[in-house]
């Protein structure tokens, strides 16, 4: 007759393992990650090279650098953020457990590492326990927390920025598409393009 030990046992055997992390994108990742990368294509494209046109004193010329200078940044952050290994590291095997004086240690009944600090929580998606777990980004499919909080932050605040100003392009390029070369080459493929990527 099976215990609540046994099944509390084998549920954790058909759950992941420990380290082992959902390597399947989700259709929310790949949207969100296309429709980035569609944007700063169609600012790099289309827009860049209008702006380069303007007189050397004009603003949009160092606008120009700081856009690229910040992509840079961002995917530094985006790669350290995704990369980066987030499990619990007293999970890991030969890892030195340091115990908290105030906590009693327990186990996690969802992958079975033990768990010393107050801030661990399993990770549904992931497979695995981190030390102050704040959500699982489903754009990243990464768990956000502990020493990727920051990098998360400002990975986002950037992002936000670099597509602030991709919109900004793509609505300054509607208000005066003569300046703009593929405007007078077919005119539907322009609206096309810089009108999907102000949206």
Known sequence: MPT???SRSSGRMG??????RRSSCSSVQVISHLATFY???I????VQPAWQQEPRESWVLP????FWLTFLIDLALYSYVCLVDTRYKEALPGFPTGIESSFEPRMCDDCGCEVTHLRV??????????EGFDHHCRYLNTCVGGRTYPAWYAFV???????ATCAYGAIEALLAPVRYELYHQNPAVFWGLIGS???
């Open 121 to 130: 929580k399993h990770c549904q998606t992931c497979g695995f326990c981190m």
């Open 63 to 66: 606008l120009i650098g700081v």
């Open 4 to 6: 609540l030990s046994s």
């Open 157 to 163: 605040a950037l992002l936000l920025l670099l597509l």
């Open 43 to 46: 600012f790099a494209a289309i």
């Open 39 to 41: 944007s700063i294509g």
């Open 197 to 199: 990527g102000a949206a």
């Open 15 to 20: 759950k992941s393992a420990p380290g082992s």
